[in-house]
């Protein structure tokens, strides 16, 4: 696990003029390198605000990012910027470009060599899953919002950012392909460990992506934590009614089996009935429920094993979830 | 009428030309100054009220009426008509190129901006070609209202084709004034045309149906 | 300035008379042309078949000069008042029916469609419903032809329909900046005078739909 600080808030604050309260309120946390964070919170609780703070949409009305140590302020604006990828819930493609001269912004900015330009675009679609073939010349308006979504997604890796910012970007999007998009995204950050700053107010997409939620309320930071954690030690009343509506059963519909994953023995893998580590906890609970058993082996899309997960655990959280 | 023709289609010639030389020069110099004052009203807002009445106020006013109030400054002839088109078609084309760039998606701008391009590259790359369709048309519009406009420029001795249609009316030349009325609107037409076409394709590729550059 | 002061003193019954001229066709022209353009705008705007000619008929008259317009009328029917208000209703319509069929073909189908709904004749719906809401886009047009009128009927001088052109008109063959400026300034008043009006009552009709 690293434990290098890729972003650092320190008592971050903004407030916008003619405004009497502050949109941010003393923000101070950390960002671990690699991880995906996700910012959830309702409009108006400042998580877009902090979002923009970070890449110097907004400047900050009091304290300091920080970005690998340095301060943000540091560097001329634009050279900062394209250290990040930055994607927006409506993708924001230039439509007059082609799907491959949109992922190519940056690098065609930063002049790279034609050739290394293409290679890299090719290698961003198949990790977005375009069939190069298909969209390599297509236009955005000849793509559905996924796609589009996807082609943004590519945009803002291109130059290989160590940090990624997203604003809402499956707000726009329809339940199914939002999943894929979602599954997708996971896949995509395991495989390249950059950091992700995900913005939601969907409470099941922060939990499910996240390595740690930022729940946000009023510019304020209400809880960051794991989503186990938030689950089980809820820090006040607003990140409790977030949650869960006091009936325990609505708590695993926020979490993924990879909360209470624990190491697996050969014997177990070999014999045991296996589920996706995308699942829901409720459903998990369902699959117990069906076929018995004490444990499920859980693996990723591809196959590949990442621990089981115990029926024990589960009635544990639900007891001791119970109590308010 | 065909004799008409034959006898005059030297000067018939030569005012076709002049009246195209009052057009394009009026346009050419309309545009420069409406672009000036579009984006400065793009980048301060306010100003739009009252860039937009003053520019009403003065289209208001009839062009035979400019003309008389123009001319004791800068006399008869093709500047006071030129002077008085320009200012006609502040109204079209600062309206025009205004909401060119106002209409393009502000998510566009945005991740242009989040992505860390710099504003004169956002202003080249993708501001400009997205509100090109929209100033073309502004263009279009000026170009073939001028031409209209620019027929009563005869009145005030700056020739063009307005030429044949007073003259026609006050010498009962029914020949020349149909000509006239048939060159002015040849003319027209034309324009119009050509920068409908030219339009069109302006906004085939803003919005992707061309083909790509890599 | 003071000049053409003197002037309308000392020709006061001429001055107003010319106004009186040049107000009268205006209204007769705008009459007209509302008449004709307001109803087969609407039409337009429902029936797509009757649209398609009627906007090919008015693209081609667009296209031609007004001044043209004018004149082309003078072998036919003379000089006077008549071929003026002709060539000004030509002159009008155009705008009046365009901006009629745009206001509204802008309305939303569903608004419609619940006033149909609930039991509404299609007499009360184009009444109550589609021209309160298309208002503002026709007041548009309005104020475009009348702008367009009351310049064309300056240009109607000189097929001798009288009205403030002729001030103009003398003032710039006996080269007397007074004469002709009576003429302009007034016009032009009166113009942008009409236009802030206009525009007043766009907004307000504008904020009533709001």
């Known amino acids: 696990m690293e434990s290098e600080i890729a972003i650092e808030y320190k008592n971050v604050t903004k407030r916008f003029a003619g405004n009497q309260y502050d949109s941010v309120k003393n923000v101070s946390l950390r960002v671990e390198a690699g991880t995906i964070v996700t910012i959830l919170g309702t409009s108006g609780s400042g998580k877009t605000t902090l979002l923009k703070l970070t890449n110097r949409i907004y400047d900050l009305t009091s304290g300091d990012i920080e970005y690998y140590g340095q301060s943000i302020s540091a560097l001329p604006v634009n050279e900062y910027r394209r250290k990040l990828g930055y994607v927006i819930q409506q993708a924001g493609l230039f439509p007059h470009w082609t799907v491959a001269e949109n992922i190519a912004t940056i690098p065609q900015m930063l002049r790279w060599p034609k050739d290394k330009i293409r290679e890299r675009v090719l290698e961003l679609m198949q990790m977005v899953e375009l069939d190069p073939d298909t969209y390599y010349s297509r236009y955005p308006r000849q793509l559905s919002g996924g796609q589009q979504q996807r082609v943004g997604i590519a945009r803002a890796l291109a130059a290989k950012p160590s940090v990624m910012l997203m604003d809402e970007p499956f707000g726009a999007i329809d339940a199914l392909t939002r999943e894929n998009l979602q599954n997708a995204l996971i896949k995509l950050q395991r495989d390249i460990h950059n950091t992700i700053l995900f913005v939601t107010h969907d409470v099941q997409e922060a939990f499910k992506l996240a390595h740690k939620v930022i729940v946000m309320d009023k510019g304020e930071i209400q809880q960051y934590d794991t989503p186990y954690n938030i689950i089980s030690a809820p820090a006040n009343d607003f990140v409790r009614k977030l949650v869960s509506t006091g009936d325990f059963y609505d708590k695993f519909r926020v979490l993924t089996v990879t909360n209470l994953i624990e190491a697996a023995s050969a014997e177990e893998i070999r014999t045991g009935p296996r589920i996706s580590d995308q699942t829901f906890l409720n459903d998990a609970l369902g699959e117990f429920l069906r076929r018995g058993g004490e444990y499920l082996i859980v693996e990723t899309e591809d196959g590949k094993i990442r621990g089981k997960i115990s029926y024990n655990k589960i009635r544990q959280l639900a007891c001791n979830g119970v109590s308010k | ?214 | 300035m003071h000049d053409v002061l003197e002037y309308i003193s000392s020709h006061q019954s001429r001055y107003i008379n010319a106004i009186i001229t040049h107000l009268t066709i205006d209204i007769i022209a705008l009459t007209i042309c509302f008449a004709i353009a307001i109803p087969l705008g609407y039409l337009c705007a429902k029936k797509n078949k009757l649209a398609i000619p009627v906007l090919n008929v008015t693209n081609a008259l667009k296209i031609i000069p007004s001044v043209a317009k004018f004149f082309i009328l003078m072998p036919f029917f003379g000089i006077g008042i008549v071929p003026a208000v002709i060539a000004l209703v030509i002159l009008a319509v155009p705008t009046v029916l365009i901006n009629t069929m745009s206001g509204v073909q802008g309305i939303e189908p569903q608004i419609i469609e619940s006033a149909e709904g609930m039991g509404m004749s299609r007499m009360r719906v184009c009444w109550f419903v589609e021209m309160p809401l298309a208002l503002p886009m026709i007041l548009n047009g309005v104020r475009m032809a009348v702008i367009e009128v009351v310049a064309g009927t300056t240009i109607a001088s000189y097929i001798g329909a009288g009205g403030l052109g002729d001030f103009i008109i003398a003032g710039l063959s006996q080269n007397n900046r007074a004469v002709m400026l009576t003429g302009a300034v007034t016009v032009a008043v009166i113009s942008i005078a009409l236009d802030i009006i206009l525009s007043i009552v766009q907004q307000r009709a504008l904020r009533r739909i709001q």
């Open chain 2, 1 to 214: 009428m065909i004799r008409y023709l034959v006898r005059h289609w030297d000067d018939m010639l030569y005012m076709t030309w002049q009246h195209v030389q009052i057009t394009l020069l009026a346009v050419l110099f309309a545009f420069i100054i409406a672009y000036a004052v579009a984006m400065l009203m793009y980048k301060y807002r306010f100003l739009t009220m009252p860039v937009n009445g003053i520019c009403n106020a003065i289209f208001a006013i009839p062009t035979l009426a400019m003309f008389s109030i123009l001319i004791p400054v800068t006399g008869l002839g093709a500047d006071t008509a030129i002077v008085t088109l320009v200012l006609y078609n502040q109204f079209i084309l600062t309206k025009s190129i205004y909401t060119a760039f106002t209409g393009i998606a502000p998510s566009v701008i945005e991740s242009a901006e989040g992505m860390g391009m710099k504003e004169s590259q956002i202003y080249r790359e993708v501001k400009l070609p997205l509100a090109l369709p929209g100033i073309m048309s502004g263009i279009k519009m000026s170009v073939v209202s001028t031409i209209t406009m620019a027929t009563l420029a005869a009145t005030i001795g700056a020739g063009g084709l307005g030429v044949l249609l007073f003259q026609g009316i006050a010498t009962r030349n029914w020949n020349q004034l149909l000509w006239g009325v048939i060159l002015s609107t040849l003319l027209a037409l034309l324009a119009s045309t050509l920068l409908q076409k030219v339009e069109d394709y302006t906004l085939k590729k803003s919005r992707g149906e061309g083909s790509g550059k890599i």
